[in-house]
């Protein structure tokens, strides 16, 4: 009887656990998905498209001694003009509906504790708890969920103020952010929305930050374990270019920037690694106008003619692989060069069009392969 009981219970647990694998719905108490296969920011699986909501977060400076703190402060606001969100509304994409419900940003879990208190609308009767949450694998998140019931219609004109208190003797806002001149944020309007984007960090006690190289929102197209630009501090420019009528030389500087190694930070064992890919993303006007008209290159310190790039099936993605630079020869400077021969594209203005930039990503060179790959713009 003992052992039909047992046999019993264990089919019972087995049954149990093949229920909760087929759930695909599975969330923690804040709506985070459970079944996470999403690594990258906002670390759920949710439509993180700026184009397919109108919400959107710009940096509204400090404040300081408010309610006994000083605050770092940001602007909700919504921006339908460069979204799918006009037009029929039963043509509009789902996230276009929702209404507004939480703002995340990406941090540093080492910085637990650095911020302890939200101020929204700048009421200070009300003052939000808050504090960073330590996810897997070395992730974290700042979150505010409370405070933030706005539709598009109800939200105060010229946006709504949100601002985070940063106590003394903490981390840096460089450190907080893992940038040091942008913040990772998202802004969820319901359980599977989730317009993901970057923003200025605010302006510390020297002056205004930097103005950042504005990062693609969702380029790179794959898994790292960090997109932060201050984990691995290599960087690609343009060098030169030299112009036929009928084709364009480009040559990319490929190099550590030192003001980047100065303040790299090396959780994640990328600050002295050498590059292995790049990867750019073509922003020409008529898509894959650019492919087949790229030659074999030449890289620094080899006399071969690389023939290792090739384009992503899917996306209009240049990738140049097995650069195998080292550390030191980023120090003083690697450079990358091929030719746009045609007849899709002879210049490099057609691949990365004018006034638009070309994203473009790094990826670290030892094992584990990518993990490290911030993204940047290169001007053409």
Known sequence: MASKV?????????????????????????????????????????????????????????LANVASYNWICFKIYTNFTDTRCTGPVDSQPACCKPALSKLEFNVEPDCKGTVTRAMVNKNTADLKTVSIDKLDNGRAILRLSKGLDYTASTLPAGGLSVCFNVLKDQCTLSELFMSPNSAQYALFNSKNCCPAGIVTPPAGPSGPAPRPTPTPNNFPYCNCATYGRNSFPWRVSVLNKTTTATSERVCLKLYVDPA??????????CCRQGLQKIELEATSTVPGQCKGSISPFTLTGTTDIKSSFLWDSTRPVLKF????????????????????????????????????????????????????????????
Request: hydrophobic share 40%; with cysteine.
């Open 260 to 269: 980047a190694a100065a303040v790299c930070n090396d959780k994640f064992g």
């Open 321 to 380: 692989t097995k650069l195998d630079l080292s550390y030191s020869q980023g120090v003083a400077g690697a450079a990358l060069c091929f030719n746009l021969k045609g007849p899709g594209c002879t210049r490099l203005n057609q691949l990365c069009t004018a006034g638009k930039q070309c994203p473009i990503a790094v990826f670290n060179g030892q094992s584990p392969f990518n993990t490290c790959c911030p993204a940047f713009f290169l001007d053409a």
């Open 6 to 62: 047992l046999l019993l219970a264990l089919l019972g647990a087995v049954a149990a656990l093949s229920v909760n694998a087929g759930r695909l719905d599975a969330v923690d108490a804040s709506g985070r998905s459970l079944l996470q296969a999403n690594l990258r920011f906002p670390y759920c699986r949710c439509d993180d498209r700026l184009r397919n909501s109108p919400w959107r977060l710009k940096w509204d400076g400090p």
